[in-house]
């Protein structure tokens, strides 16, 4: 479905009825990335799946900018279409870093909040470098075009684990990435990279909602971030997916609905009971505060 905003044609959709629940993708996916883990996911939920600006069948003026603050305004043209006041809010990745400035700018609006390989943002002292690699990324698209960008962007070590469930699932997760627009991706390095994302660690502490921050036990530098974004936050977790790098949600789709699955659980009202347990095994690290999914 497309929805029509002032500077945007915004393509999503929903599936199911329920509890709003809304699925932020990451950088080079687009929406349906998240039907996998949605199947197996029990009824009760309204699942709200957009196209982020830069991917996807969602577009945009040439001169609109593909940001965190005009995707959040997306996200509230999008909710307020379908009548959603509150939602339950969780973004891989790129999503993820969207789901958390969604939720230090729009708190009113998140019921609890989910994120898997995600930061809120870099030190001071790195954002440039890492603003100018975003910049030769992008002029790297540009150049090469879609197909050699993404034939590169696949073989990051970032995304090894996907080989795991065999070149048919890998295959499907290329095609899904050239199904994206040269312009689109390189907008959304310069607007939503993690060189220009404002840091929001400081905003976070005043977040009053159930937080969990997902990892995969073989994503060690975003199982670093999980951790310190449970020490910012009053009530959060962490959950590490064992045997998993940073895609979790792909490589493990069935550990990861048991996580999210448990994070809807916990957090109460209108939310379907949910027996997680069956093929889990979990330890905890520190008291309540996390778990190793197997």
Partial sequence: MILEGNDVRLSYFVIGEGTPVTLLHGFTQRGRSWREVVAKMPEGFMWV?????????????????????ACTSDLELLWNHLGVGQTHLVGYSMGGRLALHVAARRPHRIVSLLTIGAHAGLEEEAREGRRQGDEALAQRIEKDGLEAFVNYWGKLPLFAGLERRGPGFAGQVRAER???RVAGLACSLRGMGAGVMQP?????????????????QLDHGYVASARR??????????????????????????????????HLASTGAGVPTVDVSEGDDTQDE?????????
Wanted: aromatic share 8%.
């Fill in 49 to 69: 799946v957009p196209d982020l600006r830069g991917h996807g069948e969602t577009t945009t003026n040439r001169a609109t900018p593909c940001s965190m603050d």
């Fill in 178 to 180: 050239l199904d994206n």
């Fill in 200 to 216: 929001l660690w400081d905003d976070l502490s005043r977040v009053n909602f159930p937080c969990t921050f997902v990892a995969g």
């Fill in 229 to 262: 974004l449970f020490t910012t936050v009053p009530r959060g977790r962490v959950e590490i997916v064992s045997r998993a790098g940073h895609p979790v949600h792909l490589e493990r789709p069935d550990a990861f609905a048991r996580v999210l699955a448990s």
């Fill in 286 to 294: 520190p008291p309540a505060a996390s778990s190793t999914w197997a």
